[in-house]
């Protein structure tokens, strides 16, 4: 499903209107009626009494009095709390505040932080036209009021187009923002919508079609998705009913360390439940008895190691040798930081010619030189957390954070790899600027392992014939809906055994 920049809204509202020659008050009429509604589901639910529409200047407002107006038309208490007087209002959003106050809407102009307290302590729903997808820096003055207003309400409150104070494109705080319980956006969802902490704030999304074009709402120019279910299983490996575990891939896993087989056996484990045929550990030799015992699904491969019980530059030959003979590669978790074990990672990265997924250790072997991942002569995904990423990029934590798709984007085009950037609202990036938001999963995700449970995956995806973007957005997918399955219950103490008893369940039927 695509998303749009408020750049981007904004092109498609004015071609709508200019080269379709759809006016813009109906765009503001089919908006208000979507708003409307919702607002009329959710008074079914909610005690009797008015609507409070609290509304700005601009064509945010304008739809919050078609909400009023239409909502008075059908009976409904409704009243107007707005922010400026109803002389500074222009264009659409005049002719709509006019019509609303011909039907005997009662509107509460230049409402102050008093009045709005006080109408709003009535209300059995609130309506938020305060602010749009357009502001930005911090909100002040009468719309920070009525945010702070909106917010100390017991009524929930729905949302016109995104939550006021949301940044439409990173999702950040704009000084406050309102806590909505519903936003109904209008064609297309907002990419700041699915970013943290604006997600939280807009509560349940509903994308309403107002009529614009198609040929603009599915434009090539819009270049980021929000991963759906449909999506996730169409990239998926295809699984006949004839094939056998040579046709499922073979995946090798190049991981562990002392202290750190947990990270190799989860990895592992986590391939075999994502459907890969065969999967094979390289790991430290002193370590192979540990492995055989806790991964018996998995073929082990003992390597030389360094005294320190890591894998050791003296694995580089028959590790690559041995990697002829899979699909993909997964490298890194729980490999150590040993500068010998790092190096290793590094001469691997330019040998083998299989398609890689590095995670952990495996990307902070490439800390401060990640211009070497272009001469990877196959297809490589990336899987940092944020610190990883910070290391990577040579940014800081908090700059990449606060625009996490174009932090990943600009990476990926930088060396030439897939970008996974964990956290919530995991965002998937191509060298060619396509970026995948993922919407899946939950805080139970908080815990040791889990990405090394993600890794195996997407390994599994890679073994399977699938293109590295595709197999590291279904990952992504699968691995949060399996958090969701797996913490149906709680989140608290849902550890990655619990993910690998439920993998299974959660991929679609062939």
């Given at each position: 499903m695509k998303l749009a920049y408020a750049a981007q809204m904004r092109e498609m509202d004015r071609r709508t209107i200019e080269e379709w020659g759809l006016p813009?008050?109906?765009l503001m009429e089919n908006a208000g009626r979507a708003v409307v509604s919702v607002c009329e589901e959710l008074l079914q639910h909610l005690p009797p009494g008015p609507v409070m529409v609290v509304a700005g200047k601009g064509n945010n407002g304008g739809d919050g009095f078609v909400v009023a107006r239409w909502l008075r038309s059908a009976g409904r208490e409704v009243e107007v709390c707005l922010l400026p007087r109803l002389d500074e209002l222009t264009g659409d959003?005049?002719?709509?505040?006019?019509?609303?106050?011909?039907?005997?809407?009662?509107?509460?102009e230049e409402a102050t932080?008093?009045?709005l307290a006080e109408r709003l302590a009535r209300a059995a729903l609130i309506v938020d036209g305060v602010l749009g997808t357009g502001i930005s820096g911090e909100v002040r003055g009468s719309a920070r009021e009525a945010i702070e207003a909106m917010n100390a309400a017991a009524a929930p409150v729905v949302a016109i187009d995104i939550a006021s104070g949301v940044d439409a494109d990173t999702g950040a705080i704009l000084g406050d923002a309102v806590r909505a319980h519903s936003t109904v956006t209008f064609a297309l969802a907002k990419v700041g919508m699915y970013q943290h902490p604006g997600r939280e704030r807009c509560g349940e999304i509903i994308i309403a079609p107002i009529c614009m074009p198609a040929e603009l709402t599915d434009a090539p120019g819009l270049r980021t998705h929000l991963t759906t279910g449909a999506d996730a299983a169409a990239m998926l490996p295809p699984r006949a009913p004839s094939m056998h575990k040579g046709d499922?891939?073979?995946?090798?896993?190049?991981?562990?360390?002392?202290?750190?087989?947990?990270?190799?056996?989860?990895?592992?484990?986590?391939?075999?439940?994502?459907?890969?045929?065969l999967v094979y550990i390289a790991c430290p030799e002193s370590l192979n008895d540990i492995l055989e015992v806790k991964c018996t699904e998995a073929l082990t491969r003992p390597m030389p190691e360094t005294d320190e019980r890591s894998l050791a530059l003296a694995g580089e030959e028959p590790i690559a040798e041995?990697?002829?003979?899979?699909?993909?590669?997964?490298?890194?978790?729980?490999?150590?930081?040993?500068?010998?074990?790092?190096?290793?990672?590094?001469?691997?990265?330019?040998?083998?010619?299989?398609?890689?997924?590095?995670?952990?250790?495996?990307?902070?072997?490439?800390?401060?030189?990640?211009?070497?991942?272009?001469?990877?002569?196959?297809?490589?995904?990336?899987?940092?957390?944020?610190?990883?990423?910070?290391?990577?990029?040579?940014?800081?934590?908090?700059q990449s954070q606060a625009d996490r798709p174009s932090a990943a984007r600009e990476l990926a085009a930088g060396i030439g790899c897939i970008v996974l950037l964990k956290g919530a609202g995991t965002v998937i990036a191509d060298p060619g600027g396509?970026?995948?938001?993922?919407?899946?999963?939950?805080?139970?995700?908080?815990?040791?392992g889990s990405g090394d449970v993600l890794s195996g995956m997407i390994g599994a995806f890679l073994a399977g014939g699938s293109g590295a973007l595709h197999a590291a957005v279904?990952?992504?997918?699968?691995?949060?809906?399996?958090?969701?399955v797996a913490g149906a219950d709680g989140v608290?103490?849902?550890?990655?055994?619990?993910?690998?008893?439920?993998?299974?369940?959660?991929?679609?039927?062939?």
């Open positions: 813009g008050a109906v959003a005049a002719i709509n505040a006019r019509f609303a106050e011909r039907l005997r809407v009662p509107i509460h932080r008093a009045v499922a891939g073979r995946l090798l896993v190049i991981a562990g360390s002392v202290g750190m087989t947990g990270a190799a056996a989860l990895s592992a484990l986590a391939a075999g439940r994502a459907g890969a045929g041995f990697a002829k003979q899979v699909d993909a590669v997964v490298v890194g978790p729980g490999l150590s930081q040993h500068p010998e074990t790092q190096e290793l990672v590094r001469r691997l990265a330019r040998r083998i010619e299989r398609p890689m997924l590095l995670d952990a250790d495996g990307l902070n072997a490439f800390a401060g030189r990640a211009d070497d991942l272009r001469e990877r002569p196959a297809p490589t995904v990336l899987t940092p957390h944020p610190g990883e990423f910070a290391r990577l990029s040579g940014h800081e934590v908090a396509e970026a995948w938001i993922n919407p899946t999963g939950s805080s139970g995700l908080a815990s040791g279904a990952g992504a997918y699968y691995h949060g809906l399996a958090a969701e608290r103490g849902l550890v990655p055994p619990k993910l690998l008893e439920v993998l299974p369940g959660v991929f679609p039927e062939d």
